[in-house]
């Protein structure tokens, strides 16, 4: 009798007492009343931003950039757990650079999916070049998330639609990242066919548009794409590197053709030492005015003075991620030709010297690329650039910033981070800088990678007015930098290795080492273990002495992607029978 009655009262209340059953709104909105109204359609795509994880320094400790000072502090684990191996699928998210951001990318994704799925039936009083710009962030954002997904984890489920409750979650896959990559460049390209007017989807930033997708943006998620689709760790095939020279070639074009420029300001000698310098301690927020070279900017301020500052500056918290000798050694001569060639031991700790280069053991940081001393603090280095002939950098054994891996006020390697920090910086103001996501430079360095695997170091790539070669691409990010171009004529393993090491040095300490040696599949090359440079002084003498650091256990090829949460993996299995998980984890 229960049963009956049951069933009775539900198909009375779906047939007889509709009225009686309807509730008073509880304050949400149905779909129409979002997608009708201009305010909230518009508040909405606003919504779908903010799930893109932006680019920290601390990346670098993460990579054979840096080596973490916090190690010396026995409340930090993460680093500690990284280098020692004791990482898994469960703790991952506590411990890598930037959590676990699974979730937070796929929930991005769900929310342009949503909005592309009913911007088109919308009757706002928007013009139809208006939705059409709306649809074209969406399409530019949906891709920059699905990026950031595959350069972590790889294969990843394709979910381009609106996900009903009908849905059956068991027929879902991992999809190849060639599969991925071709929705990425779909959405791109749909919204670059938009209009380039202010409604539209234009080149300017507008006021109160910072950080909005732009079409230079939409350009290059296309590059940084498909160079990956390509690389090693990723490709089946689909995406050759002539396709990637294509692709990247178009980017690079279109950014040129429309404004997007290398900052070459020349700065005040007491604000930095170059260009290069200058430009990673100013904003982007002006409208492209005078910064022309970035793409696109996540992340606020940093506070490099206190995180991974000088012990000598009152109220810094940690030396944070400190330079590698490894990272010393990457940057050339100011004549191109590189100081190390190599290392004759397995340790690193016998350099093979390029006698060509005028490096003195003895003076290791005289003449070398003007990036070093912007990027780096080492012995000797000018502390106030308003007063050169003051006060140095002592990181020798003893110095006032000197050595000591059991505090991690100070470095254990013999360097410190100089980009992006401001010698103004201090507890009363801060005056560092922060990274950018995408700027020109990297689809300067995008292009000649695809370029010389496709066509050779020296061959011309022609699209419309665009001309250059891959050589002809570095050489004009070095030219900003005041370093010689690559010379003609060289094979491609040796332009290859120089340009692996050009790219280490300009994007240095921005996020992208991490993931170049992993796409390259070289982790196991790199990551084994990192040297620093231990100087003592004995009166007005300084002895040079290189030492290795503890070998780290997170090089084996598991630590190539990072794995899905295992509590993820777990509900999949269940559902369908797949284990998602990422190969070794």
């Known amino acids: 009798m229960k049963k009956i009655i049951i069933i009775l009262c539900t198909v009375i209340g779906l047939f007889a007492c509709q009225k009686q059953m309807d509730l008073p709104s509880d304050g949400r909105l149905t779909t129409p009343e979002i997608f009708d109204n201009y305010d909230r359609v518009k508040a909405y795509l606003n919504s779908c931003y903010g799930y893109c994880p932006a680019p920290a320094f601390n990346r670098a400790v993460y990579s054979d950039e840096a080596q973490d000072a916090n190690l010396a502090d026995p409340r930090v684990t993460a680093t500690r757990n990284w280098y020692t191996g004791a990482v898994t699928s469960i703790n991952y998210g506590g ?11 796929y929930t991005g994704i769900r929310k342009c999916n949503y909005f592309l799925a009913n911007i088109g039936a919308s009757n706002t009083i928007a013009t139809e070049e208006e939705k059409a710009g709306w649809t074209a962030q969406a399409r530019t954002l949906r891709a920059l998330y699905f990026l950031q997904l595959i350069k972590r984890y790889g294969e990843a489920p394709l979910t381009d639609s609106l996900l ?12 190849k990242v060639s599969e991925i990559v071709t929705l990425i460049l779909a959405d791109c390209d749909s919204a670059l066919k938009v209009s380039t007017a202010r409604a539209g989807f234009p080149w300017q930033i507008y006021e109160n548009q910072y950080g909005i997708m732009s079409r230079a943006v939409a350009y290059a998620i296309k590059s940084e794409a498909v160079l990956y689709a390509a690389s090693p760790l ?31 300001e020349t700065p005040a000698n007491s604000a930095s030492q170059n260009a290069y310098g200058l430009y990673h301690l100013i904003g982007s927020n002006d409208q492209r005015s005078r910064d022309k070279e970035t793409i696109l900017h996540l992340g606020g301020q940093m506070q490099i003075w206190k995180n991974s500052g000088l012990p000598s500056i009152t109220a810094g918290a940690s030396a944070g991620a400190c330079p590698t000798q490894e990272m010393v050694d990457r940057y050339e001569m100011s004549n191109g030709e590189a100081p190390i060639t190599g290392y004759s031991d397995a340790a690193h700790l016998n350099p093979i010297i390029n006698t060509a280069s005028g490096y003195n053991p003895a003076t290791p940081y005289s ?6 001393y ?44 100089r980009k992006f920090n401001s010698f103004r910086s201090n507890e009363s103001t801060n005056q560092d800088g922060s990274i950018r996501l995408f700027r020109l430079a990297e689809l300067y360095l995008n292009f000649a ?10 061959a011309v790539v022609n699209v419309g007015s665009f001309s250059m ?13 005041g370093m010689p171009p690559f010379p003609a004529g060289m094979s491609k393993a040796d332009f290859e290795k120089k340009y ?19 796409r390259w599949k070289v982790l196991d090359q790199t990551d084994k273990f990192v040297t620093g440079m231990r100087i003592t002084k004995n009166g007005a003498d300084l002895t040079y002495t290189r030492f290795k650091f503890e070998d780290r256990n997170c090089s084996d090829n598991k630590f190539l992607l990072y794995p899905i949460d295992q509590s993820e993996v777990n509900k999949v299995k269940q559902i369908s029978g797949q284990d998602w998980q990422n190969p070794g984890w």
């Open 95 to 105: 411990i890598s650079p930037d959590g676990d951001p699974w979730d937070n990318l």
């Open 164 to 175: 009903t409750i009908y849905h059956d979650f068991s027929k879902d896959k991992k999809n």
């Open 234 to 264: 990723y490709s089946d095939g689909t995406y050759t590197w002539e396709k990637a020279k294509d692709i990247t070639a178009e980017a690079l074009s279109q950014c040129l053709a429309n404004d997007y420029k290398l900052f070459t």
């Open 367 to 372: 003449n070398r690329d003007p990036r070093f």
């Open 374 to 417: 912007t990027a780096i603090y080492y012995n000797g280095a000018v502390r106030n650039l308003n007063d050169p002939d003051g006060i140095k950098v002592e990181t020798f054994v003893g110095g006032r910033e000197g050595i000591d891996a059991t505090n991690f006020r100070n470095t254990p390697t013999g360097y410190y981070m």
């Open 449 to 458: 990678e695809a370029a010389y695997q496709a066509v050779g170091p020296d």
């Open 469 to 481: 070669s891959a050589r002809d691409a570095v050489s004009a990010v070095r030219a900003r930098a």
């Open 500 to 518: 692996r090491n050009e790219r280490a040095v300009e994007l240095a300490f921005e996020g992208h080492r991490y993931f170049d040696v992993r």
